[in-house]
Nanobody, 116 residues
Framework: QVQLVESGGGSVQAGGSLRLSCKAP???????????MGWYRQAPGNQRDLVAQIFNGGRADYADSVKGRFTISRDNSRKTIYLQMNNLKPEDTAVYYC???????WGQGTQVTVSS
């Protein structure tokens, strides 16, 4: 059963923007709200790295490589998190995954490709 569903990936030119969404239709609301959510990415041949993380109170942390360009947000009532990605660079090309940290649940991933 698919627990987390990402969408919003695609192909853009450098400098463009994308907004990723991650929905948790099968989570009960209390479970979804219980703990931080994260966006990770994995490029071919690389490990999966944390991009951004958001906690219940709204505090967010970012990888240095995306600070000032990416914004993570969450809507607990919709059981959804978002990743707004601006000023995209070719090095942002990867498969992006959302992760529910408390239950260690991963989504299936969405491809982001940035061309120069």
């Amino acid at each position: 059963q698919v627990q987390l569903v990402e969408s919003g990936g695609g192909s853009v030119q450098a400098g463009g923007s994308l907004r990723l969404s991650c929905k948790a239709p099968r989570f009960i609301t209390s479970t979804f709200n219980n703990g931080p959510m994260g966006w990770y990415r994995q490029a071919p041949g690389n490990q999966r790295d944390l991009v951004a993380q958001i906690f219940n109170g709204g505090r967010a942390d970012y990888a240095d490589s995306v600070k000032g360009r990416f914004t993570i947000s969450r809507d607990n009532s919709r059981k959804t998190i978002y990743l707004q990605m601006n000023n995209l660079k070719p090095e942002d090309t990867a498969v992006y995954y959302c992760h529910h940290e408390k239950t260690m649940t991963w989504g299936q991933g969405t491809q982001v490709t940035v061309s120069s």
